[in-house]
């Protein structure tokens, strides 16, 4: 069974930096592309970041470019995103997602991020 | 990078038909037939129901159907039920490996 476990999250004050962990387990981590999706607390889902299979392939949303880095490590079935010049605009539940080809097919239960000082 | 756009509820009673429009451009959802749609009730992570415009994973029910004319893609929801309640949210490819997420619809079962 696919199980996907987001950690790293919490609170953070404007300007600083985050790192969150995606802990995946029931299928070859390595064969599948892996993305970041927001969600801002009674709000709609936002796309944040995504990795292909071998970090061949990277995008990022406009919203977070130049602040938010994501990475994988195929050996420890993980992907990460490290969030730097925290916004309070930043503030939301962070969902990390498998993609199959191009569609989110598992999700994990997401990690909440606050930005407050 | 624009959210596609959605409305913002839709209603409908229990065994009808409902549809939901999702509206982007000529660079998302007009360009690539890659559209999916998501379920999420209170609380819950999203789950995929169509993808690829008009396919479901295994496991979601044939009452939902996925379509795509030019820039609009639509989910319909056939023979609702109470179960249904919930948001659902369409999704594109925007190329450059980049995705757009719609601004949700709120599903509501009278």
């Known amino acids: 069974e696919v199980h996907l476990v987001e950690s790293g999250g919490g609170l953070v004050q404007p300007g600083r930096s985050l790192r969150l962990s995606c802990a995946a387990s029931?299928?070859?981590?390595?064969?599948?592309?892996m993305h970041w999706v927001r969600q801002v607390p009674g709000k709609g889902l936002e796309w944040v970041s995504g990795i292909t299979w071998n970090s061949g392939g990277i995008g990022y949303a406009d919203s977070v470019k130049g602040r938010f880095t994501i990475s994988r490590d195929n050996a420890k079935n993980s992907l990460y995103l490290q969030m730097n010049s925290l916004r309070g605009e930043d503030t939301a539940l962070y969902y990390c997602a498998r993609v199959r080809e191009d569609e989110f097919d598992y999700w994990g239960q997401g990690t909440l991020v606050t930005v407050s000082s | 990078q624009s959210a596609l756009t959605q409305p913002a509820s839709v209603s409908g009673s229990p065994g009808q038909s409902i549809t939901i429009s999702c509206t982007g451009a000529?660079?998302?959802?007009?360009?690539?037939?890659?559209v999916s749609w998501y379920q999420q009730h209170p609380g819950k992570a999203p789950k995929l129901m169509i993808y690829e415009g008009n396919k479901r994973p295994s496991g979601v029910s044939n009452r939902f159907s996925g379509s795509k004319s030019g820039n609009t893609a639509s989910l319909t929801i056939s023979g609702l039920q109470a179960e249904d309640e919930a948001d659902y949210y369409c999704c594109s490819y925007a190329g450059t490996s980049t995705y757009v997420f719609g601004t949700g619809t709120k599903v509501t079962v009278l």
């Open positions: 000529s660079s998302d959802v007009g360009h690539y037939n890659l």
């Open positions: 029931g299928f070859t981590f390595d064969e599948y592309a």
